[in-house]
């Protein structure tokens, strides 16, 4: 997850109890069974995740917690007040960021998410039925799962993205089809 839009009604509430539970993340040796959370990639890309949060700090953002590395060692991290335009969720960042922005019109919500250049899958979480259909309608992006994360899948369902996120679907029956080549054959 990477943006998360929170309606202002439960910022706060939500907020805290997401601190909570990102602060309880055990971080460390991969291979360590009492390790929750391990390394990312490469140096380069901790360096890159660290140098867009000093940028939305310098910006704006507010870190909430986390935003320490050691060499591939990133802690989870969560900031808030994010410009939508900042590179930590402007782009794909492949680090531990959540990167929170709060809206009350969910019409300006889906145009900010739009304006983007990816759009991958999106979660939404409400019971108001008239919105799921609102957000399910307008967002574009590649999947929408309703009171579900974004990270959601199923392989019997098709994954993939919109505009610069990914290129075309995966899934066990996308991939049959990908994977092989049709003969015609007319006698």
Known sequence: MKKLYLHKDIEQVFTQRLLA?????????????????????????????????RASVAGGAKLLTGG?????????????????????????????????????????????????????????????HALIKTFSR????????????????AEHVPFGGVKRSGLGREGVRIALREMSEQKVVID
């Open 138 to 153: 307008e967002l574009m992006v590649g999947g929408v799962m309703v009171n579900e994360g974004p990270d959601f899948r």
């Open 68 to 128: 320490n590395h050691e060499n591939t060692l990133f802690s989870p991290t969560v900031i808030s007040d994010v410009e939508p335009n900042s590179a930590v969720i402007a782009d794909e960042t492949f680090g531990p960021v959540i990167a929170i922005r709060s809206f009350t019109d969910p019409n300006a919500a889906i145009a900010e998410v739009n304006a983007g250049a990816f759009g991958l899958q999106a979660g939404v979480f409400t019971n108001d």
């Open 21 to 53: 539970a990102v602060d309880a993340i055990k971080f460390g040796d991969p291979s360590s069974d009492d390790t929750d959370m391990g390394t990312v990639i490469d140096l380069p890309a901790a360096q890159e995740v660290a140098q867009r949060l």
